[in-house]
């Protein structure tokens, strides 16, 4: 079991494009969760996911930013027109349920830098 | 609104001492507490989930408690190596929100 799979490690976009980031979450695991970390900052929540479907997506900023979780393939955390206030660490979890018998396993994250 | 506080935001300690790191959360109404271990750079590795039953949890020379009435959580280290140097993440699950609260960590140095 390769864990929770973030790629790419690190990514670098340049103001005003598009930065795509990749979860896979653990095999037997369909809830995913979108966590970024400012620099010192704690992990703030942004979105949770199931297959197809978006759950909470109280954490996440209105505009430029969305999230996908398709039916097959990985989920995908998109950031439109990236601004210099983009730049962080996203990370992404996965849970075989929501239910709280079970923690959270983590990524090793997604470090953007907009430059 | 669920607030966790972690103190100290800070710690140095000479190799082989025991320590306890601090975590405190706003709201009692939790399902579970986890502790994470995050090195500079790199991602979370979970080190202890402790659900809202349950008073402790131990792994290694890793012990956690939960006193969920009072807000607290601690983490003890026994016998700490300068491996054990990272910043530890405690975070809950539940009360008025469906996912994990963080607090903003204690970095640990362990010096050899």
């Known amino acids: 079991n390769a864990g929770v799979m973030q790629n790419p490690r690190h990514l670098v976009r340049r103001r005003g494009q598009e930065a795509r980031l990749r979860c896979s979450p653990m095999k037997g695991h369909s809830h995913v969760y979108w966590y970024r970390q400012l620099p010192e900052e704690g992990l703030k929540f942004m979105v949770y996911?199931?297959?197809?479907?978006?759950?909470?997506e109280s954490g996440m900023p209105k505009e430029r930013f969305s999230a996908e979780f398709p039916k097959e393939g990985p989920s995908i955390l998109r950031i439109q027109q990236v601004v210099r206030g983009d730049s962080a660490a996203y990370f992404c979890a996965s849970s075989p349920s929501a239910t709280h018998n079970y923690g959270y396993t983590f990524g090793s994250g997604t470090r953007l830098t907009v430059v | 609104k669920q607030e966790v506080t972690q103190i100290p935001a800070a710690l140095s300690v000479p190799e082989g001492e025991n320590l306890v790191l601090n975590c405190s959360f706003t709201?009692?109404?939790?399902?579970?507490l986890q502790w994470f271990r995050q090195d500079p750079g790199k991602g979370l590795t979970s080190l202890l989930l402790?659900?809202?039953?349950?008073r402790e949890q131990t792994s290694g020379r890793l012990n956690a408690s939960l006193d969920k009435s009072s807000g607290r959580s601690t983490l003890y280290i026994a016998a700490s190596q300068p491996g054990d140097s990272a910043t530890y993440l405690c975070a809950v699950w539940g009360g008025s929100q469906g996912n994990l609260i963080f607090g903003k960590g204690t970095k640990l140095s362990v010096k050899p």
């Open positions: 402790i659900q809202s039953s349950q």
């Open positions: 709201d009692s109404a939790i399902y579970n």
């Open positions: 996911l199931q297959k197809e479907n978006i759950i909470d």
